[in-house]
């Protein structure tokens, strides 16, 4: 897992090309002006999801990790806690929905919790339990916007 913010003036070139290409797609698009679907970055291997979200309490809320995709998380307006922990194999999957390649864990063991507020990014990866839209103080809707790479694009 990486967070920071596409306003930290990061040097990009330390991520491999397919993180930076979503970085640059972050950085150069305001999605609180965009309609929530589905934009192609570069096919179906680096797309974006845009779209709203209410958060909820951490219970509302179930773990979540991918196989095929890298998740970019970024928060256009808003704000939201995000859990994560890597996954350590104490887990038992109790969804499945492999043709949207989102699997859902019972719990997330020693879960850690991060806030998200506008601008900010953060990478999971295929080896980490992530639980999204963890409210801060009440729930909100809040503009999200997910850009999926696919590991194997970074896998050598």
């Known amino acids: 897992m990486i967070a920071s913010s ?7 070139s330390r991520y491999p090309e397919p993180i930076q290409k979503a970085l640059r797609y972050l950085q150069e698009n305001d999605f ?11 096919g179906s291997d680096i797309y974006a999801q845009v779209f ?15 196989r095929t995709y890298i998740d970019v998380q970024f928060l256009a307006s808003g704000e939201e806690y995000l859990g994560f922990v890597p996954d350590k194999g104490q887990s ?3 969804e499945a929905h492999p043709e949207k390649d989102l699997y859902f864990y019972d719990k997330a063991p020693d879960e850690m919790l991060i806030k998200a507020v506008p ?17 801060v103080n009440d729930p909100m809707t809040v503009r999200k916007v ?10 050598a």
């Not at 609180?32 to 570069?42: A, D, L, N, R």
């Not at 601008?119 to 409210?135: A, E, K, L, Q, V």
């Not at 997910?146 to 896998?155: C, D, P």
């Open 6 to 12: 596409i306003y930290a003036g990061d040097d990009l």
């Open 32 to 42: 609180t002006t965009m309609e929530p679907g589905v934009y192609e970055i570069e």
């Open 52 to 66: 709203d979200l209410t958060t909820g309490s951490s219970q509302e809320k179930k773990p979540e990790f991918h």
């Open 92 to 94: 038992t999957v109790v």
């Open 119 to 135: 601008g900010s990014y953060t990478i999971f990866f295929t080896n980490d339990i992530h639980r999204p839209g963890i409210m």
């Open 146 to 155: 997910v850009v999926k790479v696919r590991q194997s694009l970074i896998a």
